[in-house]
């Protein structure tokens, strides 16, 4: 292993307000991450750093600085950067510890900085908002209302207000005049918790749309809080728009985009951002991930544009890099840019692009290092292998698609704690590791045949061509030998959380503000007036 050298809290504090690029990562699980982190740290778990770190910081001479807990994983993960051509990497002083130490703030919870953001946007512009008792009435009473739903729509088909209609957030003023045509109708705009309400609620107030607007306050919690039956499946989408509402709309976004001082580039500035050197530049295309899919500019990546104001930091992980939105409507990238900006970004709508430059079709695909040879088996190999005394069947999927379903008998593990899950697992003559789709079963094959010396192979296809081939499957927690800490249960998902735990999520979002002030180095400068 390597000596690293360090960078401290002050440092780190430092290049933050002096707008630096800054790639502060944490290396820890997504659960551990959640209870405690640095406002615009990023966290990228050691088990999944080659399949997301060249994604989430493209650059490889970025300045990086990881950090764990006292675990030992910030070094592993920095020996693995180096392999993978990363040239600037250290390490924090003291770990988690030595910022907590230095008196930094630690933030709990997931996608803080838009969490916070969003509470600041609402204590700033004072988001009109109804209460759930409020809004049920409205409904009770049949009155000329819409409910929107601002998330993506498998989370709105899992729990939503009864009636209402998924519209992720960056398509509310691009669709909302279709919606509620009536200037008079009351708008309701929702998610689970608080941050995507607010956000589109003041979206639509930002862009002048002649309707009544209100947050549905504190979301499908609030919902819940109030004693209230949420729907579950629902399917009401939006529909396409006529020419004149889209061209009304852009109109709209564009006066929004430039009061917030956002930028426009043509494909040639576009092309010297990317060339230059010592800058990274993210380029997002912010529509549907369907409309992503027909015809796409070559080099973007699908982040609709609602999820990436709400989910920033996991996809531009470097604080302080610019970022490129595109459309083909000047709606949907102008608003998310909008909110960019007032959050810190140094922001670009990349304007004038014709029909024919979106060339490019089907989804993204994950710029990945080259995967490790590994010896894969078929589904009858790993049937019959399974038949036999001594395979050891190891699944490196989510633990939520593992609970769901996998392969009977496999036990689920996180690769970054592959030495101490070996000691709880049956003894074997031979390892068969598999996932979603093989790609982590084969970094993790990798770590395993340095860690014993017995035949490692991997599924070919993973569990889906399991599943494809019409095999029996196993569910729940049938074989857990890591605990599952891979993913932080929000309290704002699902229905069965306990009410304490939903009230506490609320006063923590209520607590943000003052904690931004105690940080310092938010750089939110929200818009004072539309």
């Known amino acids: 292993m390597s000596t690293f050298t360090t960078r401290s809290f002050q440092d780190i504090r430092r290049a933050l307000l002096a707008h630096e690029e800054v790639a502060l990562i944490d290396v820890r699980e997504e659960d551990p991450f959640a209870q405690e982190h640095p406002l615009f740290a990023a966290n990228i778990p050691l088990s999944k750093l080659e399949i997301e770190v060249y994604a989430r910081v493209p650059r490889r001479d970025t300045a990086i600085t990881l950090y764990d807990d006292g675990e030992g994983l910030a070094a592993l993960a920095a020996d693995r950067l180096l392999a993978l051509g990363y040239s600037d990497v250290a390490l924090l002083e003291g770990g988690l510890a030595g910022w907590r130490d230095a008196g930094g703030e630690l933030f709990r919870d997931v996608n803080v900085p838009s969490k916070a953001f969003g509470e600041l946007v609402e204590s700033v512009r004072h988001t009109p908002s109804l209460a759930a008792e409020e809004v049920q009435a409205l409904l009770d009473a049949k009155a000329d209302v819409v409910v929107l739903d601002a998330r993506r729509f498998d989370e709105y088909q899992t729990m939503s207000i009864p009636g209402g209609v998924s519209v992720p957030g960056a398509e509310l003023v691009l669709r909302v005049a279709e919606l509620a045509p009536n200037p008079a109708t009351q708008v309701i705009v929702n998610c689970a918790g608080r941050t995507r309400s607010i956000i589109g609620t003041q979206s639509l107030v930002n862009a002048g749309i002649p309707n009544p607007v209100a947050a549905l306050r504190n979301g499908t919690i609030g919902w819940t809080l109030a004693g209230q039956k949420l729907a579950h499946g629902q399917q009401r989408t939006f529909t396409q728009v006529a020419d004149a509402t889209r061209a009304r709309a852009a109109e709209r976004a564009r006066k929004v985009a430039d009061q917030a001082g956002v930028l426009r580039l043509g494909h040639e500035g576009l092309a010297k951002w990317q060339a230059e050197p010592g800058r990274t530049t993210y380029l997002f295309d912010v529509r549907t991930p369907e409309e992503y899919a027909k015809g796409h500019l070559p080099g973007s990546r699908s982040v609709p544009g609602g999820q990436l104001v709400q989910e920033t930091d996991h996809v531009a992980s470097v604080r302080g890099a610019r970022i490129v939105l595109v459309d083909d409507d000047g709606v949907r990238a102008n608003m998310s840019a909008s909110w960019l900006a007032q959050m810190g970004w140094q922001v670009a709508v990349l304007d ?40 050891v069947l190891l699944d490196f999927t989510t633990s939520a698609n593992y609970v769901n379903r996998h392969i009977p008998g496999a036990h689920w593990a996180i690769r970054a704690q592959l030495p101490e899950v070996l000691e709880r697992l049956p003894v074997a003559q031979r390892y068969v590791l598999t996932c979603g789709s093989s790609l982590l079963a084969r970094f993790a094959a990798a770590d395993l045949q340095a860690l014993t010396q017995l035949p490692v192979q991997v599924l070919a296809g993973g569990t889906a061509r399991w599943i494809a081939a019409d095999k029996p499957l196993e569910r729940g927690e049938t074989h857990l030998a890591s605990a599952r800490t891979d993913r932080y249960r929000r309290p704002y998902e699902g229905t069965d959380n306990p009410r304490e735990a939903m009230q506490g999520y609320l006063d923590w979002e209520f607590g943000l503000i003052a904690q931004l002030q105690r940080d310092g180095t938010h750089g939110f400068e929200v818009l004072t007036q539309s």
């Open 352 to 391: 004038g692009l014709s029909v024919e430059q979106f060339s490019e079709t089907g989804d993204w695909q994950v710029p990945l290092p080259a995967q490790p040879v590994i010896d894969e088996i078929d589904v009858q190999q790993l049937e019959d292998l399974l038949a036999e005394p001594g395979t």
